[in-house]
């Protein structure tokens, strides 16, 4: 009798997952979304294979500690970039939330991305909705197994390329095409290709809206940035209910019905599986497809567009909708200072980087001409996109020579290491430390320079 209980309770608080058959859906929305998955994917597989002075337009070479972008090169120092762009993408987050709900999530979110094309390659395959639910009711066949068996045949052709590119953001993908073609891979590219292309396969074929209703936090927090004024996805019930249906042509006051025909083809549409007709869920990614199926039924019923439709709280209230309030000011100020900071702070940053390091195995030396010398370990970083020839001076002391007199040639994106030694003549040493300025010039381009401050020993009593 307990075991009973306790196995009702269980089955009341698990449900197993019901698999989701969104159908088909034409419409300003629908091709909206595919104009962007589109450009998003075409982007992602396409720019690993541009090159741009002799390297991808985008790699992260961990290995050199180089990151290229476009015409710039980063370098770990450089990484307060990386954390300035990410409070910018949040800033956008927030700002396009505040304005349109989860325009990212119905759009441009990775999982909603790969999800789409996962979906058409199924429809291509299986057949419309009513198709797949059919296929999948039927006994076990050759038939079954043949269609099934290829569709996750190209379903992990196509993980299998997506984790290829992946990887190829990081290692040059001309080279990791042919470590793949010769079996010469290494431990961690053979990691991150199987890992991320199982991933793919796993989210955008197996889970799918589980995703976006369990694993993704920001369906959790998203209301916190709404108000009344965002437009979000809404069904207009005043106008809708009762719902029922009808023949076209019928009298709606006779009957006492709203324009709700009650086809259920929004919910039949919707990748998560929700009833938009209940109210806004969190569930709901916003990516329209049930506004684009119910103004197709509405033009069929000679009705007007708009039963379901992107307004706001207030609109449906009979408020006037305020798009430019304080939270959307300040966010857009907050991105558009930032991003404007960042590509300034970018592109009139120093191309060459100076460091210097002293010898610490001893204070000085004196030669046996009677001067006092210094050891030092300079590094020259270029971190332009050409090569440079370098010029290296010092001041701060009258008189005192470097040992390194001729101008030193350091390609794109190199580090160069070389020792150094300062040599003065006793007399010019006013002090026991004497702070000296190493400067750096190139000699093709007087724009290109850098400074470093060092520090020159001598003797107590000099």
Not at 227 to 235: H, R
Request: aromatic content about 12%; charged content about 20%; glycine content about 6%.
């Amino acid at each position: 009798m307990s075991t009973t209980k306790n196995d009702s309770i269980e089955s009341s608080l698990f449900e197993k997952r019901k698999k989701l058959y969104p159908r088909e859906v034409h419409g300003i929305f629908a091709n909206l979304r595919i104009l962007g998955i589109t450009i998003l994917l075409g982007t992602y597989y396409l720019l690993p294979w541009v090159n741009l002075n002799g390297h991808q337009i985008v790699l992260f070479d961990l290995p050199e500690r180089k990151f290229y972008i476009l015409h710039w090169i980063f370098w770990p120092q450089d990484f307060i970039y990386l954390a300035l762009l990410l409070i910018c993408a949040a800033f956008a987050l927030f700002l396009f939330t505040a304005l349109a709900g989860r325009l990212w999530c119905g759009y441009a979110c990775p999982q909603t991305v790969w999800t789409e094309v996962f979906l058409w390659i199924e429809r291509k395959v299986e057949g419309t909705r009513s198709q797949q639910m059919k296929l999948d009711k039927q006994d076990s066949s050759f038939t079954k197994f043949r269609i099934k068996a290829t569709k996750h045949t190209i379903w992990i052709i196509f993980s299998l390329y997506t984790g290829f590119t992946f990887v190829g953001f990081f290692t040059p993908i001309r080279d990791l095409a042919e470590g793949i073609i010769s079996f010469n891979l290494g431990p961690w590219e053979t990691f991150w290709f199987l890992f991320y292309s199982f991933a793919t396969y796993g989210n955008a074929g197996w889970l799918r809206e589980q995703v976006c209703m369990y694993m993704c936090p920001y369906a959790r927090f998203q209301s916190a940035m709404l108000d009344k004024d965002t437009l979000v996805i809404s069904y207009d019930a005043l106008r809708g209910e009762p719902r029922g249906g009808r023949k076209k042509g019928d009298d709606l006051e006779a009957k006492k019905l709203g324009s709700c025909i009650d086809c259920t083809l929004c919910v039949q549409v919707c990748p998560t599986g929700i009833d938009i007709r209940n109210g806004l869920q969190y569930e709901c990614i916003g990516c329209a497809a049930c506004i684009d199926v119910c103004d197709d039924v509405m033009d069929k019923m000679n009705y007007p567009r708009g039963l379901v439709k992107y307004t706001t709280e207030n609109s449906m209230e009979g408020k006037q909708t305020t798009f430019l309030r304080p939270r959307i000011i300040i966010y857009s100020l907050l991105l558009i200072g930032i991003l404007t900071g960042v590509i300034y702070s970018i592109e009139t940053r120093e191309s060459v980087e100076l460091n210097i390091l002293r010898d610490r195995n001893a204070l000085y030396r004196e030669n046996f001409e009677g001067t006092i010398s210094n050891s030092y370990t300079i590094k020259v970083l270029n971190m332009d996109i050409i090569d440079h020839e370098y010029v290296l001076s010092v001041t701060g002391i009258d008189g005192i020579n470097a040992s390194i007199k001729d101008p030193v040639s350091v390609k794109a994106g190199q580090v160069l290491e070389m020792p150094l030694q300062l040599s003065a003549e006793p007399e010019a040493l006013h002090t026991t430390s004497i702070n000296i300025t190493l400067t750096l010039q190139a000699t093709d381009d007087v724009n290109v320079s850098t400074e470093s401050e060092g520090r020159f020993i001598g003797p107590l009593d000099p």
